[in-house]
Structure formats: structure tokens, C-alpha cells
């Protein structure tokens, strides 16, 4: 019995090395964290884990210039991505247009995301931006990778038939990855959350260059809010929000206007407001929460899927109004449950 006990003291000896071995780029082993989130962090699990398998924000993937939704089938041809492009204007169930097959065979990925990767870096166009690409997160390795986006919307030629690879094995590491311009230089970052809940900025290097596309990460926050996710609602800087599953609250924290570690969001309550009432974003009514400007006013609205898959669009108002969210409107019938992730 004894020499069982230090033979398994052994094994998790090396199980612990190993694990130190398997980082997330330009990550170091002493922040090494477990490769799968702990049961514990998630209330409910199944609703944490549902909004965790996306970037939470939408871009324009059609070439118009407005932000359209990605979202997989997981059931349909081992995981079909459709885009489902938005009008621009926020018209009930109209809002969204009919939906596009642009890739099969995705189920292999843990993560997608939508993000300016490839582009040019200037702040204020004078033409539309080019249509984002899109990030995805292998799921047997955790490895990161990037499908550049062909320009314009034409079926499974959409995206490049062969992604580059931005980000080695380990990423699987990470509880939370999220994409936003937080160094405000006009490539998004790549933020994400480890399981010690330290949050991490990888910034862009400014050149799509497969493993040099982003530098090397700085912390910015300590702690692990659920449904996490950054908006543009402090003028051109990301701020973050955070919606609890255990009370229904939405809290946002304003960018500091510049990228400066732990100094990069602030933390005083008076630019870290509650924006929405509690119960509004609660796990027993919600099972997902993202980002899309659906109503053309340049400002991210919140996005709600229901408990009975329907999709629910809470319109910002602003920072200062009487209630920073309008009323929601419901922009998508019931049959959204279909999904397991939307971005």
C-alpha cells in the first residue's frame, strides 16, 4: 500500500510537469494552469461552457460593412457554420436575412471568433474595412488558427480553404478567449482568461506573420466574470463587460484610454456601473450572451438567447441613460438551441 501511494505521488509528480509543458504562446510555465475548466467554476456548467465556444463579437462577414452572425450546427454535417447576415437595422424578426453555408466539418473546433487579423490598421477608414476573418481553437490541441476571409460572401469559398496557425498547442488552457482592440492600434488582440482567473492581453504585432501575429501577453485583470465580453462603448477603446449567471446583473468597466497592464480597465465603481437590473441575464433564462451592433448606431448591442432558443436584442442607450439597455426585441424565433455557439 506504501509503495503504491508514492508511485502515485510519482505519476502526479510527472502529470504536473507535463502540464507546466503545455502553455498558451509566449506564455511561461509558472502560470501554467489544467487544460480543462474546474466543474466548480461554472453556474450552471452547461450555460458557462455553451457562451465560452465563442469570440462574443460580431463582425461584418458579408462585405457591406455591417456585423452579421457566425453560428454552428453541431448536428449537421459534423458542425456546419452558417452567416446569417443583418440588415442594419433593427426590424423584429427581419433583422436577420437568410443564412449562408460557409464551412462543414467544424466540430473539431472548441472556439471560433470573429476579428480584424489580416487587415490594414487604420483607425478611421476612408473605404469599409475588409470582411473579418475568423479564429478557431482546435479542440485536440488547443492550437490556434486563422482562416482569412476571401472579401466577399460566396458560400464555402468564404473563408480560406487552409488556416494559418497563430498560436501553438495549450491553448485549451485558457477558460475564456475573447478578440478586441484593446491596445487600440486597429488589429484586435486576443484577450483571454486562465483557470488562476488572470486576464491576458496577446497584442497584435501589427503583421499577419502565422506565429508572430501576436506578441507577447500582458496581464490587465485579476478575477473571472461570467459571460465576459468586450464592447466598444466608450468612445473607440474596448471596455469590458461581464453578465453574472448567478444574478442576472450586467456590469461594464471602461477602458482607461490606454494599454497599461493592470492599469488597462478601471475598477472604481463609478466607471464600473451595473447597466442592467438583476435577473435580466440569469442562467435560468439565458443561455447565451454576445455582441452585435444589430440597430446601425455604430454601438454594440447585448445579444440574449432564451431558455426556449429564441433571440432577444437589448439595444445600448447609454453609459448616462435612464436604463443603459432598451427594451429587447426579439430578432430570432425560437430553434436557436440548435446552435452551440453564435458569434
Known amino acids: 500500500m506504501?509503495?503504491?501511494?508514492?508511485?502515485?505521488?510519482?505519476?502526479?509528480?510527472?502529470?504536473?510537469?507535463?502540464?507546466?509543458?503545455?502553455?498558451?504562446?509566449?506564455?511561461?510555465?509558472?502560470?501554467?494552469?489544467?487544460?480543462?475548466?474546474?466543474?466548480?467554476?461554472?453556474?450552471?456548467?452547461?450555460?458557462?461552457?455553451?457562451?465560452?465556444?465563442?469570440?462574443?463579437?460580431?463582425?461584418?462577414?458579408?462585405?457591406?460593412?455591417?456585423?452579421?452572425?457566425?453560428?454552428?450546427?453541431?448536428?449537421?454535417?459534423?458542425?456546419?457554420?452558417?452567416?446569417?447576415?443583418?440588415?442594419?437595422?433593427?426590424?423584429?424578426?427581419?433583422?436577420?436575412?437568410?443564412?449562408?453555408?460557409?464551412?462543414?466539418?467544424?466540430?473539431?473546433?472548441?472556439?471560433?471568433?470573429?476579428?480584424?487579423?489580416?487587415g490594414d490598421n487604420e483607425e478611421y477608414e476612408t473605404v469599409p474595412e475588409p470582411p473579418a476573418d475568423v479564429l478557431v481553437r482546435r479542440a485536440s490541441d488547443g492550437a490556434l488558427l486563422v482562416y482569412p476571409h476571401s472579401g466577399k460572401l460566396n458560400g464555402t469559398s468564404t473563408l480560406a480553404a487552409t488556416p494559418i496557425v497563430v498560436g501553438r498547442s495549450g491553448w485549451n488552457a485558457m477558460y475564456s478567449i475573447r478578440l478586441a482592440d484593446v491596445t487600440t492600434d486597429g488589429f484586435d488582440d486576443i484577450v483571454a482568461i486562465d483557470n488562476q482567473d488572470k486576464m491576458w492581453v496577446y497584442p497584435h504585432s501589427g503583421t499577419f506573420d502565422g506565429l508572430n501575429t501576436f506578441k507577447a501577453r500582458v496581464q490587465v485583470r485579476t478575477g473571472r466574470p461570467l459571460w465576459d465580453m468586450n464592447t466598444n462603448w466608450s468612445r473607440e477603446n474596448p471596455d469590458m463587460i461581464a453578465a453574472s449567471i448567478a444574478t442576472g446583473r450586467l456590469t461594464a468597466c471602461k477602458h482607461t484610454n490606454t494599454f497599461d497592464g493592470l492599469n488597462t480597465f478601471a475598477t472604481d465603481a463609478a466607471n464600473c456601473p451595473d447597466l442592467a437590473p438583476a435577473g435580466t441575464f440569469g442562467g435560468d433564462t439565458t443561455t447565451w450572451i454576445s455582441l452585435i451592433d444589430a440597430n446601425g448606431d455604430g454601438r454594440d448591442d447585448v445579444l440574449k438567447r432564451t431558455t426556449s432558443g429564441a433571440l432577444m436584442l437589448y439595444p445600448f442607450r447609454g453609459w448616462t441613460a435612464n436604463a443603459a439597455l432598451g427594451t429587447p426585441v426579439q430578432i430570432g424565433s425560437s430553434g436557436w438551441n440548435a446552435m452551440d455557439l453564435i458569434t
Open 2 to 118: 506504501i509503495a503504491r501511494s508514492r508511485w502515485s505521488r510519482t505519476l502526479a509528480l510527472i502529470a504536473a510537469v507535463l502540464a507546466a509543458a503545455v502553455v498558451p504562446a509566449t506564455a511561461t510555465a509558472d502560470t501554467a494552469v489544467p487544460s480543462e475548466p474546474r466543474a466548480s467554476d461554472f453556474s450552471p456548467a452547461a450555460a458557462g461552457d455553451r457562451v465560452q465556444r465563442s469570440g462574443t463579437l460580431s463582425h461584418d462577414l458579408t462585405g457591406d460593412g455591417i456585423p452579421d452572425l457566425l453560428a454552428r450546427q453541431p448536428d449537421l454535417n459534423n458542425g456546419s457554420m452558417w452567416v446569417y447576415p443583418s440588415r442594419g437595422k433593427l426590424q423584429g424578426l427581419s433583422t436577420l436575412g437568410a443564412r449562408t453555408l460557409v464551412a462543414t466539418g467544424w466540430n473539431i473546433y472548441n472556439w471560433v471568433g470573429t476579428a480584424e487579423i489580416t
